[in-house]
């Protein structure tokens, strides 16, 4: 049921001004075009600020770039290696003299005086031999030579008498001469007969075998009783002189030339771990070995104490200095690139240059430098990653820095390449 409203009970609507509303939306619309106008306005001021702002740090930094165009680098110049080449080769070692010993007469071995180890001095009797059958022919040659002097001296006398004679026309010519003729025959009889006895004389001389010079003997292959042979058939003992000892080696071709008399060498024997024997070059074969290209060389040991023996093992090693020594630069310096291993060298433009370079061996600090690089130039030292070949550099000598391994340090010299002295 709707409620009834009388006239009076009926409510009442408000009285609005009619000029109200046209002024409202009014308002409404100023301030809907002038916020977006005046944050419009905030935004590009900003904009142009930056703007500014930017140009004017560009416009500061300009000047700088250009005044740090010329990158700043340390330089040295390269040194010469004094340090060597060490050729370790193995080697052979022998006696200086090494000689077997035979027997000189016939017979039987009676005795030895001396064994293997033994320590002989020259002349030294070292074994008898028993020679009965030269003993014999000794007599049978003395018997000969004393008729042989009994038929000289009657020829003698003979060609004497017949010499009288003829003074006295006794006798003729041809006969004195026939007795001059037998007379010389019977001298030359004798002299076979003495020579004879000589030499078996000599022969039982060689009873006595001794020493032909001061060594130990390294071997018997002979004892008592055993039938001995005139000749070479029988070695009786060897005999070494150690006082100094050969080494031989076979040095390869490529160090041939680094050969030469007086070159200076060190022994390593597995004997004696802890010691170093020295001695120096004497011999060379003078002529390359077409079989393994190698040159045979002979070192000479001292061997005072007899303490290294003939046919031992041993490993020669030489110290070889070139004529030439390579180059050494700091290992600071190297480039690894693309393009290989490289250095960076101030030319006289005051610019980087790459060179491309082959290395020798390592010292750690240092490396030596085989190819790429002159004495003369100046090799940049810790060069940046950002460096090129061409970049525009300012050089500054580096202070003094020490090689290892005996090389020579690295000096700078005492002006950069525009000439200003440090």
Known sequence: MNPQFTETERPTEPVRDPEFRPAQRQGSRVLLYTIPAILLAFFAGLAYWRVQSRNRVRAELIPAAAQSEDVPVAVVHPGRSTSTRQLTIPGDVQAYVETPIYARTEGYLKRWYVDIGGHVKEGQLLATIDTPEIDQQLKQAEAAQLQAQANLDL???????????????????????????????????????????????????????????????????????????????????????????????????????????????????????????????????????????????????????????????????????????????????????????QVAVVDSAQRARLRKISLGRDFGTTLEVLSGVDPQDLVIINPPDSLADGTLVKPELAEESSTSNGSEPVRPSAKTVDGNSH
Do not use: C
């Not at 070494?240 to 050969?259: C, F, K, L, T, W």
């Not at 597995?270 to 070995?289: C, L, M, Q, S, W």
């Open 155 to 341: 020829a003698r006398t003979t060609a004497e008498r017949w010499h009288n004679l003829l003074k006295s026309d006794g006798v003729s010519q041809q006969e004195v001469d026939t007795n001059d003729a037998a007379y010389k025959a019977r001298q030359a009889d004798y002299a076979a007969a003495l020579a004879n006895v000589e030499r078996l004389k000599s022969m039982q001389s060689f009873q006595q075998v001794v020493a032909p010079f001061s060594g130990v003997i390294t071997a018997r292959d002979i004892d008592i009783g055993a039938l001995i042979t005139n000749g070479t058939s029988k070695e009786l003992f060897k005999l070494a002189q150690i006082d100094v000892m050969r080494v031989y080696v076979n040095v390869p071709e490529g160090y041939s030339n680094d050969m030469h008399l007086g070159l200076p060498a060190r022994l390593h024997i597995a004997e004696f771990p802890n010691r170093v024997f020295t001695g120096k070059v004497a011999h060379t074969a003078g002529a390359i070995d077409p079989a393994s290209r190698t040159l045979l060389t002979e070192v000479q040991v001292p061997n005072p104490k007899s303490e290294l023996m003939p046919g031992a093992y041993a490993e020669v090693t030489f110290d070889i200095g070139s004529a030439e020594p390579p180059l050494v630069i700091p290992s600071n310096a190297l480039i690894f690139r693309a393009a290989g291993t």
